[in-house]
């Protein structure tokens, strides 16, 4: 039985099955695997997490219980859930990704969507299921009294459905993304709003990144359920769970390490053979629609077309890695962002000069490569929970000048360092892209000095050790 549980959509690892049924395992993506991968082979820590694709249902069906650790694989403690497929599409992508994300980011058209009728009950059935899944595996493998931290709102519901099966236990949840008000909150129906709320006022401890954050969740619970919110956190029907805010950060050792090896070496020298001695602008990010891409780019237009003196000077590297295609929003996103590519390729590449460099294919070593060589990194999205770009940029690049959107989590933290815009206004990202590559060379090495600074303050195995700390 184990200590210390971790419980999430996504997992350390996962698997791809090729043609002749042989399994190849890789490192999971996303940035919740990376702020928890350094603690996945930690002794006494087991991780929770669904199997995603056929390649990972393939290597579950081979180990006992699902366990990983347990048929040979270099994962440290994991135990990975076969969920139906049909069950994981409908919560995952109906519900967590097109409706609680949707939420939480302020997404939705308005006078358009949402619509939640009988297809969406069956949809909300499903997540609730899931969420079930999850909440009897924990129960079957915490020892007594076992501290267990379920991650994000893949998961909402497990914390009451754990308590419902194991009351011994001390349990966490943290939300890795922004919170609604409560009156975009309350888009969602009466009975379902109520029920993430209570499912994460099962635990003992529920977690924000910033302060923003938990105040929204607060105000939440005291608009929605009437509950009582203190110093001590928020209490509803006799019990209390407290209120922490945990703000993620990077590992700065690591990441300049793995930044140091040679397939980032040779992306830097590619890089640098496209683009010579300009000046770059650089975005990473997927192509979510809360990251804002399409205004990013057109706030660069409006720059080119206000300073013809920085034509031929300067190149805009943008890699917008595909996310959620499953979803029609996100594949007209996707076409929308490289739409917008071709109308300022079109408009202002000469010969010798290509103003942006567009990739949408993702490479973590060349993304290194461009950090390490930017000038100026542009974060603009409009509502972040946290945003581990910003934070990474400056630790690689010692001359970096971070724009970055007031709407990001992580302005709370870099705001004084950046230059900090509204992430709807365009021409005020473009002149503050001009104020970043014109700032003078000692402010730009003492700003992106500080930032790395305060990126590096709690560094992973922190942020989950203080979580740890508050369930004690």
Request: a negative charge; hydrophobic letters at 40%.
């Amino acid at each position: 039985m184990n200590s210390v549980l971790v419980a999430s959509n996504r997992g350390p690892v996962s698997f791809t099955v090729s043609d002749d049924g042989e399994l190849t395992m890789k490192r999971g993506g996303g940035g919740l695997v990376s702020g928890l991968s350094g603690v996945a082979k930690d002794e006494g820590v087991l991780w929770v997490c669904a199997a995603l694709s056929d390649g990972d249902r393939s290597a579950v069906r081979q180990a006992p219980g699902g366990r990983l650790d347990q048929a040979g694989y270099d994962t440290g403690s994991l135990r990975m859930l076969d969920i139906a497929p049909a069950t994981f599409h409908r919560a995952y992508n109906a519900v967590a990704n097109s409706t609680l994300w949707f939420v939480n980011h302020l997404l939705y058209d308005i006078p358009n969507s949402p619509h939640f009728g009988t297809r969406f009950q069956r949809e909300w059935e499903s997540y609730r299921d899931y969420n079930g899944a999850f909440a009897l595996a924990l129960a079957e493998e915490a020892g007594h009294e076992a501290r267990v931290m379920v991650q994000d709102y893949h998961l909402t519901l497990t914390p009451a459905m754990l308590r419902a099966e194991r009351p011994d236990l001390r349990i966490a949840h943290f939300s890795h993304t922004p919170w609604a008000p409560p009156e975009y909150f309350a888009l969602l129906p009466d009975e379902v709003a109520r029920e993430v709320l209570e499912g994460i006022l099962g635990a003992d401890h529920a977690g924000f990144l910033t302060e923003r954050w938990a105040r929204a969740f607060t105000d939440c619970c005291a608009a929605l359920l009437g509950a009582r919110v203190d110093a001590r956190g928020v209490t509803h029907e006799g019990r209390t769970t407290r209120i922490g805010v945990h703000a993620l950060g990077v590992d700065g050792e690591q990441l300049w390490r793995r930044a140091c090896e040679p397939d980032v070496e040779s992306n830097v020298a590619a890089l640098r053979a496209q683009t010579g001695d300009r000046k770059l602008i650089v975005r990473i990010d997927r192509t979510e629609l809360s990251k804002n891409i399409v205004r990013g780019l057109v706030a660069y237009r409006e720059f080119l077309a206000a300073h013809p003196e920085w034509h031929g000077r300067v190149v805009h590297l943008a890699f917008a890695y595909p996310s959620r295609h499953d979803l029609p929003e996100y594949r007209e996103y996707t076409a929308a962002v490289q739409r917008c590519a071709k109308e300022i390729e079109d408009e202002y590449a000469t010969e010798d000069w290509d103003p942006l460099i567009l990739n949408v294919n993702d490479d973590y070593a060349r993304s290194l490569a461009a950090y390490r060589m930017a000038d100026v990194l542009l974060v603009n999205p409009i509502r972040d929970g946290m945003n581990l770009v910003a934070k990474e940029g400056p630790i690689l690049s010692p001359r970096c000048v971070l724009v970055l959107s007031r709407e990001a989590g992580a302005a709370a933290e870099l705001g004084a360092d950046a230059l900090v815009v509204n992430p709807y206004d365009v021409l005020e990202t473009a002149q503050a892209l001009r104020t970043a590559l014109v700032m003078p060379e000692e402010e730009r090495t003492r700003r992106a000095a500080s930032l790395a600074a305060s990126a590096t303050a709690l560094p992973p195995q922190k942020w989950l050790a203080a979580q740890l700390d508050a369930l004690t």
